[in-house]
């Protein structure tokens, strides 16, 4: 596929259990960013990849969220002990350099939790 | 704390009408504006951009204005259309890597 893939594209899980989201960026993208979408929040900015830098970690709202990417291609977020308040669409984001460029979004996961 | 600060939170505009969308920051260090549309379902989509060089970019029926020294920048949307109902938002960033994004403005055209 051209653009950006994210699995699942809906996730029902319990409050306490774990859960992985997966982002496929667009193949040759340097750069890559997951985002928050919550009702009146806008896009909340979690974590961002780029290259082969550490990456930039400022926007996990706890030690409960964390990242990775490997190979510098696919990622994985992971959320510990999941809690209501991380109900939210997970948006994953890739751009070709990171500077200046435009950001080409997947269509989110949808995470639930009961 | 909310880095870009958008208005009005929703909107309503007859078909031909202007849409107009405003968005306020403080971090002079920002120096990429992108403006990005989102439809239900789908993930934003880069709609226009400004870099703080210029006032004004304008590209088809949508143009950003740019006030540097107010720190403000807004979208215009003339001409109105049905198929622009969607969700804008605004985005800044230094060095055009890592975005803040406004909270969004939902956007309806009626016909």
């Known amino acids: 596929g051209a653009g950006v893939s994210q699995s699942p594209s809906n996730k029902v899980t319990e409050k306490g259990k774990d859960v992985e989201l997966r982002c496929d960026p667009i193949?040759?993208?340097?750069?890559l960013y997951w985002y928050r979408q919550s009702l009146g929040q806008g896009l909340e900015f979690l974590i961002y990849?780029?290259?082969?830098?550490?990456?930039?970690k400022s926007g996990l709202p706890s030690d409960r969220f964390s990242a990775e990417r490997t190979g510098g291609s696919v990622s994985t977020l992971t959320i510990q002990r999941t809690q209501q308040e991380d109900s939210a669409v997970y948006l994953c984001?890739?751009?070709?350099?990171?500077?200046?460029?435009?950001?080409?979004f997947g269509s989110g996961t949808q995470l639930s939790v009961l | 704390q909310q880095q870009v600060k958008q208005s009005p939170q929703s909107l309503i505009v007859q078909k031909g009408g202007i849409s107009i969308i405003n968005c306020a920051y403080e971090?002079?260090?920002?120096?990429?504006f992108p403006w990005y549309q989102q439809f239900p379902g789908k993930g934003p989509a880069l709609l226009i951009a400004?870099?703080?060089?210029?006032s004004e970019k304008k590209e088809g029926r949508f143009t950003i204005s740019f006030n540097k020294s107010a720190k403000q920048f807004s979208l215009h949307i003339m001409d109105s259309q049905p198929g622009d109902s969607a969700t804008y938002f605004c985005?800044?960033?230094?060095?055009?890597?890592?975005?803040?994004f406004g909270t969004g403005t939902s956007l309806t055209v009626i016909p």
């Open positions: 984001a890739s751009s070709l350099s990171g500077f200046y460029e435009k950001l080409f």
């Open positions: 193949s040759g993208h340097t750069a």
């Open positions: 990849f780029q290259g082969n830098s550490a990456p930039d």
């Open positions: 971090n002079t260090a920002f120096d990429y």
């Open positions: 400004i870099r703080p060089d210029v």
């Open positions: 985005a800044a960033s230094r060095r055009g890597n890592q975005f803040y």
